[in-house]
């Protein structure tokens, strides 16, 4: 039971549930989890010392499910977080949350009261998996050591197949303590049955086919299906044989090339004018593992009206939902392209891509070339220096709100899980958490942590765990002064009344530095490079905090429930994003 | 409308609450809701009467899938059916009043369950609409409904539709997104045009061994 000797796997043996605990996610492969012990979660931690398991203490459980969360987006394996009873598990409840809606395959252990107390308002005690039945796919509680490895790789299981979410076990003390055999090989899941739903019929895929023949204007919608199902290849195969334009969800940014000549960029609310144009004209919607958000859309009831609709999903609560299909294809979504594409006619798009290109070409030069740098600091600055100093290859995190979109619009993906972003939830204090579980996922890369003011300082405190487990993560705190987005729309529908979003912030360098973490403050556009320069080559963690127009706005913009193509645009006094020597 | 639901569930602590949670979540009220065992072992089988949208039909099935817990859901609503509801009654009845109240439960092939000096108790089973036209004549006539207790309805298809008879059949569909190969469509069409032909002529079901199965995932 040493580290490294995985012979507990191999020979059923008799451990204590705490132990089996451990040995079940050493047999799922787990090498990290991120958790804060307690009380009721104890006897796993005294056991952990027995397995070669790194588990990463991090400073609020919320966190703790970020980085799990982000964990399995950056890595495609299941991401681990374990917390105690009541307070501890509560405090997960958002964790998971955002993992649901964004589909993220997690594993969430809580500890809990011993099951002789259950239901007494013992101290720290909560039904918490009465609490998180909404916001997990599944949830358990194991009240015996015995029951404890089936309901772990079960828990594994769910959450990894189908459409992937977060799974909690919640396992009480006793459990814990108690000895019972254990025997890693018997406790494997049954395989899944098929849903029995999946309707990707031959006869289906042909009406598909059908319809993408007889498609003038047809547009690929690029969700966060693809990087589930891993189909980037499958829609990219799409995409350019049958001469399709790829529109991206804010979650499907890197799931299909930046730069490719066929990709838009993102639609929606915050999408550029000509995506959402091309869209609103388009006469096919193929829509690849999304679903229909009203974010993306708009108003249902002026939503694409002249196009037909091929929804791909693996989901089949997803069908029909928002958007009818006129075909649903319900299957995982490689496997369904996997069918079509030999099906696939060659078909000329040239005059539609043609008419799109026009489209932007127009929008391009006034939304984002024809004004003038006036040498103030604007985030989209940040966000476009930022992608150019890295040449895109970093993996970014990002919270939610103006800096989120800012990003979106101006640092261009070319690779699939290089943004990790609370799409669905849209969870301030997402971005440095999510940072810490995406370097641990994937140590090579560079990582950078991109939040607000107001986001950063819901985790902050995580600062300290970037500084004890010796991360190199960079920050950046897009800083206004309020909390921009919400601003945003008091001054668009509240008549500019600003209640309680001019925040006060600490001095973030100041801050950093109390952590032991370097920082600078960049207050105009020729110090970014600079700065960026630092971060990047410093060894060790970096925060930037970059004080940027307070009162900027995110263009061009749907107001909520309006029509996709009745944005409001850039106004003209707006910055521009690249002067002339940056294209 | 009236949706109708048989669902089986796996047969564990907390699953009820799970479907009674989606229907709050989805805001559908439920009608009716009977739980009871099932032929399969494990397993409970419930009959869900919702009110919904005519539309939300496949959306419900598809939601109820998603629970872990669950193993097979139909929408009976959509198929030849047969349904039924027990109902107990309890009229206040004195020795005077008691002889129309015979008649009445006569009439509408109830039972006299129970009778005391004030009261008496009618057991009646049936549809829904029986069940309501005996409540509507005790209600309009001078007695007096003392306490009603309702099982809610129980609903089984008429001949069968069974995915394996279908599989039987050979009416099967390859369909890709699955690894685990072809299985039966769970369109309606065909499975409709079976049951109507299977009416009445019982068939041998080929036992399952995997039963009861892990849910779908």
Not at chain 2, 154 to 159: E, N, P, Q, Y
């Amino acid at each position: 039971m040493k580290n490294g000797d995985s012979a507990i796997l191999n020979h059923p043996a008799r451990l204590t549930g705490a132990e089996i605990l451990w040995a079940t996610l050493e047999g799922e492969g787990v090498r990290e989890v991120f958790g804060y012990p307690g009380g009721a979660i104890l006897p796993a931690y005294d056991a952990l010392r027995k397995f070669p398991i790194r588990h990463i203490l991090v400073r609020h459980e919320q966190s703790a499910v970020h980085m799990a969360d982000a964990y399995a987006r950056a890595s495609g394996r299941v991401g681990v977080a374990v917390g105690t009873s009541g307070p501890g598990a509560t405090n997960m409840v958002t964790g998971l949350a955002t993992a649901k809606m964004d589909s993220s395959p997690i594993v969430v252990i809580t500890g809990q009261v011993s099951s002789k107390v259950l239901g007494t308002d013992a101290f720290q005690e909560v039904d918490i998996t009465g609490i998180t039945l909404p916001v997990t796919k599944h949830n358990y509680l194991v009240t015996r050591a015995e029951d404890l490895a089936p309901a772990l790789r079960e828990a594994f299981c769910i959450a990894a197949s189908g459409r992937p979410g977060p799974v909690l076990v919640d396992v009480t003390k006793d459990a814990q303590q108690a000895v019972a055999e254990f025997d890693f090989a018997a406790a494997a899941p049954r395989p899944a049955r098929p849903h029995p739903m999946l309707n990707a019929s031959p006869e289906r895929i042909a009406q598909a086919v059908e319809l993408l023949r007889a498609s003038r204007r047809p547009v690929i919608l690029a969700g966060n299906g693809i990087l589930k199902s891993g189909a980037m290849s499958q829609v990219r195969a799409l995409a350019e044989r049958a001469q399709i334009p790829v529109a991206c969800t804010l979650l499907g940014l890197g799931s299909f090339p930046a730069s490719h000549e066929l990709n838009l960029g993102m639609m929606g609310m915050h999408g550029e004018f000509f995506v959402n144009q091309s869209i609103q004209q388009a006469d096919l919607l193929i829509a690849c593992g999304m679903r229909f958000d009203d974010r993306v859309t708009g108003s249902l009831a002026t939503y694409a009206p002249q196009a037909k609709k091929i929804h791909i999903d693996i989901d089949p609560s997803e069908i029909d939902k928002n958007v009818h299909a006129d075909i649903a294809l319900i299957g995982d979504l490689a496997a369904v392209l996997d069918a079509l594409l030999p099906r696939l006619p060659s078909r000329d798009g040239s005059a539609w891509l043609k008419a799109i290109r026009a489209m932007k070409g127009a929008e391009s030069v006034r939304d984002i070339r024809n004004m003038p740098d006036n040498g103030h600091l604007y985030a989209a600055h940040v966000m476009h220096d930022l992608w150019h100093a890295t040449s895109g290859q970093a993996l970014i995190s990002t919270d939610v709100g103006q800096h989120q979109m800012w990003e979106a619009q101006y640092y261009k993906h070319e690779t699939p899980r290089s943004l990790i972003t609370s799409g669905g939830l849209g969870t301030m204090g997402f971005a440095l958490p999510a940072a810490i579980g995406a370097k641990i996922a994937c140590p090579e890369k560079e990582v950078w942590a991109i939040a607000g003011d107001g986001g950063f300082q819901m985790t902050s405190p995580e600062l300290a765990t970037i500084a004890q487990e010796h991360l190199d993560i960079n920050i950046a705190i897009i800083n206004n002064g309020y909390l921009g987005m919400v601003r945003q729309w008091q001054e668009a529908f509240y008549d500019k009344n600003y209640q309680s979003t001019p925040i006060l912030s600490p001095d973030f360098v100041k801050l950093a530095e109390a952590y032991g973490i370097r920082a600078a403050a960049v207050r105009t556009r020729g110090e970014v490079s600079g700065a960026v320069e630092e971060a990047r080559t410093h060894q060790g963690p970096f925060l930037i905090n970059f004080l940027v127009e307070q009162e900027d706005s995110v263009y061009p913009m749907v107001p909520s429930g309006a029509a996709l193509h009745e944005m409001i645009r850039r106004p003209q006094a707006n910055p521009l994003v690249e002067t002339a020597s940056d294209t | 409308m009236q949706h109708t639901f048989v669902a089986y569930v796996e047969d564990k602590p907390g699953v009820l609450t799970r479907v009674a949670s989606l229907f709050r979540r989805l805001n559908i009220n439920i009608v009716s809701l009977t739980v009871g065992r099932s032929e399969r072992q494990g397993a409970s089988r419930m009959t869900i009467v919702s009110d919904a949208l005519p539309a939300a039909g496949p959306r419900i099935m598809a939601s109820l899938y998603k629970l872990e817990n669950v193993i097979e859901v139909d929408d009976v609503g959509r198929f030849s059916s047969v349904s039924r509801e027990l109902a107990l009654i309890k009229v206040a009845a004195t020795p005077s009043t008691r002889s129309h109240l015979f008649e009445l439960v006569e009439v509408f092939r109830a039972r006299v369950v129970d009778l005391a000096t004030e009261s008496m108790m009618i057991e009646i089973t049936g549809t829904e609409s029986k069940i309501e036209g005996l409540l509507q004549v005790l209600n309009e006539s001078e007695d007096r409904v003392l306490e009603i207790c309702r099982t809610g309805q129980m609903v089984m298809r008429r001949g069968h539709h069974t995915s394996r008879v279908l599989q039987a059949l050979g009416d099967t569909e390859s369909v890709v997104g699955s690894k685990a190969g072809p299985f039966p469509a769970s369109e309606s069409g065909p499975q409709e045009e079976l049951s109507a032909s299977a009416d009445g002529e019982p068939e041998n079901i080929p036992a399952d061994p995997d039963f009861p199965d892990k849910n779908y995932r």
